[in-house]
């Protein structure tokens, strides 16, 4: 029998085609690091939440919609995006139980936006028009080139594993880390001053990075490390 361990990946959601979809790097990351993602199903009911958190050794946080603003209290703004309540309801759900669980967490691109909203911090609903436009933070395909560069922060988990003060990465978002949630501590900023990456340093594992590792993980050994470090905490 396999001895990966099952990590449970929250599916992107098409409202347009009515359907659940997966990038491909989301799920190559992960096996290339020895891991064995499933798509989860979005679902709210307690017992089926609690049912995956027990079936899955680990659960990976990712990209898409925006994260709806009534989630930290705000009002949303005309340049905020497409939301999913499914997802909120869903990844609020299983980011508690995960937690209490002690399960590794890592999160992606959204995942870094929604996990510090429901742990109580804010976001930039758009960052270009509230927060800065001097950093290009949505670049044009191809998506695997790095387009800034961040800054790792000293004695942080990120800078023990990758043994570097500046990584170049990729970047494809317009929302943000604005109020960082008490629960959180930050890994990573870009030059702008945005934070890119952070962690909860109460749990075994819990990473995110607002930056995306499943698009440049083949050619990229920082992305690479980070799908690896996940993966062994699984």
């Known amino acids: 029998m396999s001895d990966r361990p099952v990590i449970g990946v929250i599916p992107l959601i098409d409202y347009n085609k009515s359907c659940y979809w997966m990038l491909p790097g989301y799920f190559g990351g992960i096996i290339e690091a020895g891991g064995m993602p499933v798509m989860l199903p979005l679902i709210s009911n307690n017992t089926d939440i609690d049912q995956i958190t027990d079936m899955c050794n680990g659960f990976l946080f990712t990209g898409g919609q925006d994260v709806d603003p009534k989630l930290y209290s705000a009002r949303k703004i005309g340049a905020c995006g497409e939301c999913s309540s499914e997802r909120d309801i869903m990844e609020g759900m299983l980011l508690k139980r995960a937690m209490k669980s002690d399960k590794p967490i890592l999160g992606i691109c959204r995942g ?80 702008d001053g945005l934070i890119e990456a952070v962690y909860a340093p109460k749990q075994k594992f819990l990473w995110a990075v607002q930056w995306h590792p499943e698009f440049s993980y083949l050619k990229d050994e920082n992305s690479r490390l980070i799908f690896m470090d996940f993966v062994k905490h699984c």
């Open 112 to 191: 870094i936006q929604f996990i510090n909203a429901a742990l109580g911090g804010t976001l930039w609903q758009d960052i270009p028009s509230q927060f800065s436009d001097t950093i290009t933070h949505c670049q044009q395909p191809p998506y695997d080139v790095p387009i800034h560069e961040v800054k790792i922060k000293p004695f942080s988990p990120l800078k023990d594993l990758l043994q570097k003060d500046y990584i170049p990465v990729n970047s494809y978002h317009h929302q943000g880390v604005r109020e960082l949630s008490s629960e959180l501590l930050p890994m990573a900023t870009s030059p």
